[in-house]
């Protein structure tokens, strides 16, 4: 079993900045990518970034320019830099590691992030 622990998150001003982290530990695995999601509420779970084992990164387009998802293979963590946070970015954010050989997917418990003045 592979657990993923975030931390990171809380309250911050519009235009703010915040970041969040995520390290997985327990049975070893072979990541195919790590990645955040966010769930607002009633909404529905989305992507918000997705960095995978070469590197290449994916954002959602309300996010470009302002996050930044990096990675540390040593660790096996991944990293969300928040930045410009506007109210919209009000959410619970989950940690995803999809991992190969098996194609499992783990979840982080979730942390809240709000933006509010």
């Known amino acids: 079993q592979v657990q993923l622990v975030e931390s990171g998150g809380g309250l911050v001003q519009p235009g703010g900045s915040l970041s969040l982290s995520c390290e997985a530990s327990?049975?070893?695995?072979?990541?195919?990518?790590m990645g955040w999601y966010r769930q607002a509420p009633g909404k529905q779970r989305e992507l918000v970034a997705v960095?995978?084992?070469?590197?290449?990164?994916n954002y959602a387009d309300s996010v470009k320019g302002r996050f930044t998802i990096a990675k540390h293979n040593a660790k096996n963590a991944v990293y969300l830099q928040m930045r410009s946070l506007v109210p919209e970015d009000t959410a619970i954010y989950y940690c995803?590691?999809?991992?190969?050989?098996?194609?499992?997917?783990?979840w982080g418990q979730g942390t809240q992030v709000t933006v509010s003045s």
């Open positions: 995803n590691l999809n991992t190969l050989a098996p194609s499992l997917d783990y």
């Open positions: 327990g049975d070893s695995f072979i990541m195919y990518a």
């Open positions: 960095v995978n084992s070469g590197g290449y990164t």
